[in-house]
């Protein structure tokens, strides 16, 4: 349709086009001889537009809609989803502070004892440890390889609630004075054993590893003066030092010939972030519970109770230094 075609029409017909097989007036339009028949809108379709055009009216004035500078109109009811959002954290907050009050003022074994606050730690530490610990700890905290399981009691520096809170404040090697540390020497590349002496070290540990049957003595000798100070003299592995036990069927980073070979000539010295700055004290101390409870916890006694509490002091003076 076009606006020749329309004047052509109305230049023709003046006044009205009736239909001559419904009786009907013609919009005028035509197209190869067929008439457009000018019936009212359906009355339900009327209904429907007017509606909409109501509601919108309706809309602008409740709701926020025109842009202005800085924003848009607030509208009636002073709505905006950030607000709304705001609303339902408030909601959050206020039904964690109840738990958050008690949580701050209890000791790791009030926690434990008291099923409400216990079942607040192990959800935020849940939680916290898919959004921070699961892409090296894996998501059930099983570990990969250079990167240790957490459900067993199998643990390098300590698996007592005020250990695992220690690792968890100032981590592993990781550049804090107060961090974890100790450094396996690279016996290859820092050639301090030579090449054979690492092949019968390497035998001793399969040795005592209980995969082989055979031992090397020259091995054992080495051992003992290279090796015993930080992974005990039977190899059973030293917690001051975070040295594995090499005698368990548990392997960091495996403990096939190969692989240990490699980790005796250029050691390994994974790293830990610290979590101290990282995360709040309550979220710590959630992971600290959570940690301990996914398997091969050990029991904590008074001592440690009080050295957990050095932990936090600690930290306060590390604050003023
Ligand atoms: C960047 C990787 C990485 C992230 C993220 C990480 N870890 Fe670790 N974690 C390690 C490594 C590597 C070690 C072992 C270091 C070593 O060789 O001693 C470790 C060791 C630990 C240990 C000591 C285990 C033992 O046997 O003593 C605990 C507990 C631990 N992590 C908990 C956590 C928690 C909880 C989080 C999250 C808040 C976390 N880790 C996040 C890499 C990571
Ligand atoms: C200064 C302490 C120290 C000394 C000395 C030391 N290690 Fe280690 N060793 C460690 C630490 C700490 C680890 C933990 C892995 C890491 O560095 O991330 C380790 C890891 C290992 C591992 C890997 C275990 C696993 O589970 O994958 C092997 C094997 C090993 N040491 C063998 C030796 C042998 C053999 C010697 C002597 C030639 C030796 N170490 C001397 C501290 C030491």
């Known amino acids: 349709m076009s606006d020749k075609n329309n004047q052509n029409h109305t230049g023709k017909g003046k ?3 009736i239909d001559h097989a419904t009786g009907i007036e013609t919009t005028g339009h035509e197209w190869d001889g067929i008439k457009e028949l000018n019936n009212p809108m359906p009355r339900w379709w009327l209904w429907v537009f007017f509606i909409t055009i109501i509601w919108s009216v309706w809309y602008w004035v409740v709701y926020p809609s025109w842009p202005v500078p800085g924003g848009a109109t607030l509208g009636t009811k002073g709505y ?8 339902s954290q408030q909601e959050i907050f206020a039904r964690q502070q109840v738990y958050l009050d008690k949580f701050q003022q209890a000791s790791f074994d009030e926690i434990l004892n008291d099923q409400e606050l216990y079942r607040f730690a ?3 530490g849940a939680a916290a440890f898919k959004d921070n610990c699961a892409t090296c700890h894996g998501a059930g905290g099983a570990g990969q390889t250079g ?3 957490l459900n067993d009691d199998d643990w390098l520096w300590g698996g007592r609630l005020s250990d695992i809170s220690q ?7 990781a550049g804090n004075m107060d961090t974890h540390l100790s450094q396996m020497p690279a016996f290859g590349k820092d ?3 030579s090449r054979e002496e690492i092949e019968a070290v390497v035998d001793h540990v399969m040795f005592i590893s209980g995969q082989v049957k055979a031992d090397s003595e020259h091995g054992a000798q080495i051992f003992a003066q290279q090796c015993a100070a930080c992974h005990g003299e039977n190899g059973q ?6 040295a594995p036990n090499l005698t368990d069927k548990i392997w960091l980073y495996g403990g096939d010939r190969h692989t240990v070979y490699e980790t005796v000539y250029n050691a390994r010295a994974g790293v830990m972030p610290a979590w101290k700055d990282r995360l709040d004290e309550n979220t710590i ?3 600290t519970i959570y940690i301990h409870q996914l398997g091969g916890g050990e029991q904590d006694d008074m001592a440690m109770e009080e050295e957990a509490g050095d932990v936090r002091e600690r930290e306060d003076n590390a604050g003023q230094l």
């Open 167 to 173: 690792t968890l404040h100032y981590g592993i090697r």
């Open 147 to 149: 990167y240790p399981n």
């Open 122 to 124: 192990m959800t935020g």
């Open 237 to 242: 592995g030293d917690r001051e030092f975070g």
């Open 191 to 193: 050639k301090l054993l």
């Open 285 to 287: 101390r959630q992971l």
């Open 80 to 87: 905006t989803q950030e607000g709304a959002l705001k609303e």
């Open 15 to 17: 006044g009205k086009d």
